[in-house]
């Protein structure tokens, strides 16, 4: 699946399988030691974030997720 902005589908590829790595290589395996792609993620919103402000996407009552749950802009 691509992402909002189309800047930001290399960057969510990269993330998902960074994140389905560490969910079945350690985490299903109880290793819960910390998640690897923080910062994968963080840049990956980061991009989304901005492609919905540039497409000017209403977001108002959206959760966020994420460790900040930041909004766009906010």
């Not at 350690?26 to 974030?49: A, I, N, W």
């Not at 009552?61 to 906010?74: L, Q, T, Y």
Request: charged share 35%.
């Amino acid at each position: 699946m691509n992402s909002v902005g189309e800047g930001c589908t290399d960057l969510k590829r990269e993330y998902d399988q960074c994140f389905n790595r560490w969910f079945a290589e350690k985490f299903l395996k109880g290793d819960r030691s910390g998640d690897p792609c923080t910062e994968m993620f963080k840049k990956y919103q980061h991009c989304v974030q901005k492609a919905i402000k540039e497409k000017d996407i209403p977001i108002d009552g959206v959760e966020f997720m994420g460790p900040n749950k930041d909004k766009p802009g906010g």
